[in-house]
């Protein structure tokens, strides 16, 4: 009976893990993927405008707070220019914010999340946002209700 009651007791005094937090895999918000059309129409170019600093699929360059960039398309590719510099060419051009709390304006339109242009149909740039859910959900609900 004394053997059981040390074994009880040792046990009793043995550290046992628990998982304080989930795992990053459990907390993530799901990432949706809009293709913006409507409000930015079919355009050869865009101007970009962000809020806080941007990486790009260069690591060379960074879109930096407050300063206006254009994308423009030219057969088939996309060319970045910050005023009339060309700062590179890209098939598809990708920028994620080095802050989460930051936007980008897009045409002077303030959109949250990161985004990959492409050139579609040929012709057209065309931004693809990733963003939240939640923030997703936050910036359309309101947009689309009825204020009554």
């Not at 990486?55 to 030219?74: A, P, R």
């Not at 989460?100 to 897009?106: A, L, S």
């Amino acid at each position: 009976m004394q053997k059981l009651i040390s074994v009880v007791l040792i046990l009793m005094l043995l550290p046992i893990p628990l998982p304080l937090e989930k795992g990053n895999d459990q907390m993530k918000e799901p990432i949706l993927k809009v293709k913006l059309v409507n409000f930015l129409g079919n355009k050869t170019e865009m101007k970009l405008k962000p809020s806080v600093n941007y990486k790009t699929s260069d690591s060379n360059i960074i879109l930096q707070t407050g300063v206006t960039y254009i994308v423009k398309q030219k057969n088939g590719k996309l060319f970045l220019y910050k005023g009339e510099d060309l700062l590179n060419t890209y098939a598809i051009f990708k920028v994620q914010p080095m802050d989460n709390k930051g936007y980008i304006q897009i045409n002077d339109r303030p959109y949250l999340g990161s985004f990959e242009f492409i050139v579609e149909n040929g012709q057209y740039v065309r931004p693809i946002n990733s963003v939240d859910m939640e923030d997703y959900l936050k910036g359309v609900v309101p947009i689309e209700m009825y204020p009554s």
